[in-house]
Nanobody, 124 residues
Framework: QVQLVESGGGSVQAGGSLRLSCAAS????????MGWFRQAPGKEREGVAN???????TYADSVKGRFTISKDNAKNTVYLQMNSLKPEDTAMYYC??????????????????WGQGTQVTVSS
């Protein structure tokens, strides 16, 4: 059973930074594609970034140059460093895995295990 636990959310002012963490069950982060998604109230859940088993990354256009996804295989943990935050980044952020070594893009339907989410609020 795959378990994913997010942490690190909070409230920041525009221009600030946060680092989200996703602690995964053994071998999940090192073996599989891991993704970060977000969902704002009244909106669809959207892909933010992903990282595959050899650390290739993909980003949504809206976060390119501001967010960085990384992982520590020894700790089975995936991170999302978020800089230059904007009010439109406000959302619940979720960690997920597709259980494939390669990443199937940023489509929600391709990921089958999810964490419970961590809230990020950016004020202007």
């Amino acid at each position: 059973q795959v378990q994913l636990v997010e942490s690190g959310g909070g409230s920041v002012q525009a221009g600030g930074s946060l680092r989200l963490s996703c602690a995964a069950s053994a071998y999940t982060a090192s073996s599989y594609c891991m993704g970060w998604f977000r969902q704002a109230p009244g909106k669809e859940r959207e892909g933010v970034a992903n990282i595959d088993n050899v650390q290739r990354t993909t980003y949504a256009d809206s976060v390119k140059g501001r967010f960085t996804i990384s992982k520590d295989n020894a700790k089975n943990t995936v991170y999302l460093q978020m800089n230059s935050l904007k009010p439109e980044d406000t959302a619940m952020y979720y960690c997920a895995t597709s259980q494939t070594s390669w990443c199937p893009g940023l489509l929600r339907s391709e990921y089958n295990y999810w964490g419970q989410g961590t809230q990020v609020t950016v004020s202007s």
